[in-house]
């Protein structure tokens, strides 16, 4: 009993002592009375703090007691003041500007700006510093905020205007479209190790959607030599404290000033030129220690950077036992694309750091942890947790569209979308596909769109084909689906009928994919030629690149991961397969030299069959493994990451004989190596691949069996690192033995950057080789040479066999 009465006494004294947590907030300005925004406030000696938000607000909760809080920003003087907290107390802070002092300097005989000498010794210590912290734990608070300054009414045909009053735009479609706040438990591991755990999220406008904020996207290092952000710009960014920085930027001095006995130098860094992807902007260097103290930088449309006209990048550091740490990061960003104009930013303040943290075994295996209920906290909560307040703007959209979260949870409002939605147009019905979404059940239904389902090709004449899909979602807890589908086809001179359908069943962490029926195939089981692009080559330029067989099959493929970076998949297909003619020769036009081939590839002047109708039953094994275990966990799932390491794949496909009157029996084993977008700082990144294999047994094969290769022939070409450029769709198939290779390197720029002009196209430069060697082709290789635009590409390229020029061409690819 007395344990008891000690138990409930205890716990009433802890909640006693919660209950009294006082708070002290006010506003942050400078000495003409300005707002300070995201200025830190910290208590001294710790790395408890928070952050003022963009108006310079600021708010910290503390069990009553005394505390001497330190206020800093960047550029100002840094404030200490004692409080004795008993009760909530407003405190309004004046920041003075920091001055910075220029003393006597000593200037080389070359002129050269003392700013250098403290740089170098900077650079000096980049690695040590970079290894200095070789782990801690501390916890991280994000807000993201973009707003929408500007948009057309209308975006290729979507009603701008319309769907703003969804998202609460005023009438000149102004206004939020993504404030979203979260906190992390964030765990560091000396080399770049990161584990992040989300504790909570809050997204404006939805109940049910998870911050798209990152603790681990915000850690920004500048004692890394490159800062490779893909998508925002090609090249890597150079630090300004990089091993080759003095190439890349221009140094000054602007002064020094001492801050709690610690001597600060305010170095302003411009890059030498104006288009390398460099930072401008001022960097605060700790004399003796030559570390960062603060910096306030930004890179510009200059340096040709994409989607955004200017980003800034704010970094504050503060001391830990006897190292610095990161105590806040605030990305800047504008700019604007198709009419559209955007600005935000995002805030990182981070606190209770542990520099000795005890780490689980493989915890680093998890980048990212998403626990399901992390988005449940109620408007409470957040209140009494942020650590950096929320203006009035955003105080009034998170009301606003709690009211519109609720109503689009609602089955009434969902299936209103839907019957807006799923209205038959005429441009849905010819181009884009009929859709019917049911929201609520988590229904997809898809109808094809007919102009795109009308295709031509000489073994069929005109071509109808024409397919749907059903897809369902099977709970809101996972991303697991079910779908079916299928595809009727009529080829209006030949007058044959095809017809099939697919399912696509989960089966634990595996899919099973039941297909059969019968269809028009490529010879080339890779499908090097679209349909589409076959159509018009056919009718205006009276070339037939298409080559087709009559398959009627059915076949069950298991695909999944294994085991953290090691997939498999299994597939066993039974096949009726029939060669057929040509039955058409028409086209639009008849350019000299052109005529249609056969359909037989071998033998092009004489529709002469190329394999007797067969059956076939076989099995094809395949294995891939990238070495990383590396992924994210959300309530859906997880979801595994790219390796840093190349992939490894394995096949081996056995066609047997007399199963089901089966005709082949052959046996190829083959394997792979490859590897995309291996970087090389700013010379660009180089992709590769390189496979070989062997059939073990060739005792009876037809073509479709035979090993097939990624070839192109037309302008237009499929632009995966396994392709080729100007091989022959067909002819240099083989049934006996192969090796090929692919690299090919993107500059990133490195030179198209440097000629005026064309260096605001963005263009990126392209080098190819490709490699294949087979019995009877012996050594062919191709080189390319050509520029790419975000993902399109032109391309020249030229191709030899054993020494000799075969064909050289232009060609336009697409990347995925």
Known sequence: MKSTILFFLFWGICFAAFAQRVTVNGKVTDQNGKPVP???????????????????DYSLAFQPGQYDLQFRAVGYKQATHHVDLQANTTLNITLSAELYELKAVTINGNGEDPAYAIIRKAIKKRKAHLSEVKAYTCEVYIKGLQKLLSAPKKFMGFDIQKAGKEIDLDSNRRGIVYLSESESKLSYQYPGQLHEEMISSKFSGSNQMFSFNRASDAKVNFYENFQNWSGLSNRPLVSPISDNALFYYRYKLLGTSVENGVTINKIKVTPRRTHDPCFDGIIYIIDNSWRIYALDLQITSRANINFVDTLRINQQFMPVDDTWVQSSNKFEFGGGLLGFRLK????????DYDLHPVFRKHEFNELLHIPPKVNKNDTDYWNKSRP???????????????ILAKKRESKPYLDSLDKETNKVTPVGLMLTGVNVIKRYKREFFHLDPLLPSFQFNTVEGPV?????????????????????GGKVRYGFSDHLINANANALIPVGDFYLNVSGGSEMADLNNLAPISSLFNSVYTLFERENYLKLYQKQFASATLSGRIAGGWQASAIVEYANRKWVPNTNNYSFFHPDHHEFTSNNPLTPDQDIPLFPENQSFKVTLRTTYDFSNKYETYPFGRRYLPSDYPTIGLTFTKGFKNIFGSDVDYDLLSADISKKDISLGVYGRTSFFVGAGKFLNANALYFPDYKQFSGNQILFYQNNINSFLLLDYYRFSTYKEYIEGHIEHNFSGFITNKIPLIRKLKLQEIVDFNYLATPELHNYYELGFGVQYLTFRVMYGTSFNSGGNIKNGVRIGVSF
């Open 38 to 56: 995201f200025a830190n406030v910290y208590v001294k000696n710790t790395t408890n703090g928070a952050s003022a938000n963009s108006e310079g």
């Open 344 to 351: 935000g930013y995002f805030v990182s303040v981070y606190k």
């Open 464 to 484: 109808l084909n024409y397919g749907f899909t059903l897809r369902k979602q099977l709970d809101t807890n996972t991303n697991k689906v079910i779908g079916f």
């Open 388 to 402: 950096l307040p929320l203006t009035n703007e955003e105080r009034a959209d998170y009301q606003k569209k709690e």
